[in-house]
């Protein structure tokens, strides 16, 4: 017999952060606010979305955002200035977001009057889409100057979120990208997902990607009620 153990570490944070994160469901749930994880690479566009996005909505939902990055607070004053109301959380080093700093971010917020809450997750295309944040929803934003091979770089992430937007195709006659190709890898990864391009700095796609963040929260706040 070996004298020594094995600890699958691993598991049990992940056991654990699954138990964390059902009971922030719960916690949203009560509080009828529909909790969207958004992730990506850096860059790729998070915070410019999330400004058009409070634009268009902010007339009819309440939208608070939960930025999480490992330092500074840019993003949270943009967003603030667009008109969300909005926290930093400062992850000191952690490359993505566990339930239990996104339940601290979240109380940091006051939630309770809120209607559409986003977490603007840590930049990058790994870790984040290895922990289930609490949310109600995934999405991830891939820009054009990325590449349309990512799906087959970092599967976990396309198979995981329920929506993908492609971003910055104002830019898309500059770079090498392949729409279709992207599409049908992403289609491959996860039958059925809803893949939405969209330039968060002109606006176009900007409608479909509404309409989304609308129905996905009606539905849901319309499946709580039945269930
Ligand atoms: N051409 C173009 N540029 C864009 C678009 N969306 C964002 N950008 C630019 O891309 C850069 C990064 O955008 P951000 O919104 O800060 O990206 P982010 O994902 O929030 O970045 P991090 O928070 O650092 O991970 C900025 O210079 C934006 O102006 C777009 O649709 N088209
Ligand atoms: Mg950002």
Redesign the pocket.
Known sequence: MENYKVLEIKQSVFKNNDDRARELRERMKKEKTFLLNLM????????????STIAALKDEMRIGVL?A?IDSD??AR?VSDAGARAVQLHTNGMCHLTAEMARQGLEGLETEDLDFVVI?N??NLICPAEFDTGAVKNAM?L??PEGDDKPLKYPIMFSKVDVVLI?????IDFFDFDMKAVKERIEKLNPGIRVIP?????G?GMDQWCDWIRSAASEWKKGEENG
């Open positions: 990506s690479s850096p860059g790729s566009g998070k915070t410019t979305t999330l400004v930025e990055d840019v993003d943009t603007e840590i930049g934003i820009s054009v971003n910055k195709i104002d830019a969209i330039s968060a700095k002109n176009d």
